[in-house]
Structure formats: C-alpha cells, structure tokens
C-alpha cells in the first residue's frame, strides 16, 4: 500500500503484533483486524497480494480451509470496523 500510513496494533521491533507470545494471547477476545485476517480486501484484491502477505505469514496457505461462506461473513465484518489512516481515509 504505497504512499499510504496505517492504523494497526503496535508491533515488536521484529514486526510481531505485540499480543504475540508463542500464540495469540488474546485469542478469544482479539480485534476485528486480527479476527478478519488475511481475509482483508488489500489482501483478497489478487492472486499476487495474496502470495504477498502469504510470504510474511506462515499461517497463510496452510491450516483449515475456510468455505466461502465463512470468508464472506468476516469480510462484512471487517466492513463494519474499517481501519482509517491517520488523515481520515478509510484504507
């Protein structure tokens, strides 16, 4: 996302979200940002994007098989919470 700043959850100086911990620590209760991913339209938007984000995550690619119906209710929540930029601009 060239040319554009975004909100999330700070991060550890090695780029892990700071509720890592050897697993989520926050699990059952995490935000939307983290319930909806990778299943975020910056990430769906190609096959490209997606192979993008799936060479930082290892988690992407491997595991359960979500159907489409389970991708589509988590891309309408994630609709719910966009995350804004810090000018105002839903990203």
Known sequence: MEGNE???????????CILWD?????????PVQC????FWES????EETWEIAASGCP?????????KEAIMQK????SKYPIINKTGVEV
């Open 6 to 16: 975004l909100l999330s959850l700070k991060e550890k100086s090695n780029k892990d």
């Open 22 to 30: 050897n697993g989520c620590t926050v699990y059952g209760v995490r």
């Open 35 to 38: 319930v909806t991913f990778p």
């Open 43 to 46: 990430i769906l938007a190609s």
């Open 59 to 67: 988690g992407i690619n491997s595991g359960i098989t979500h159907s």
């Open 75 to 78: 891309i309408k929540l994630r």
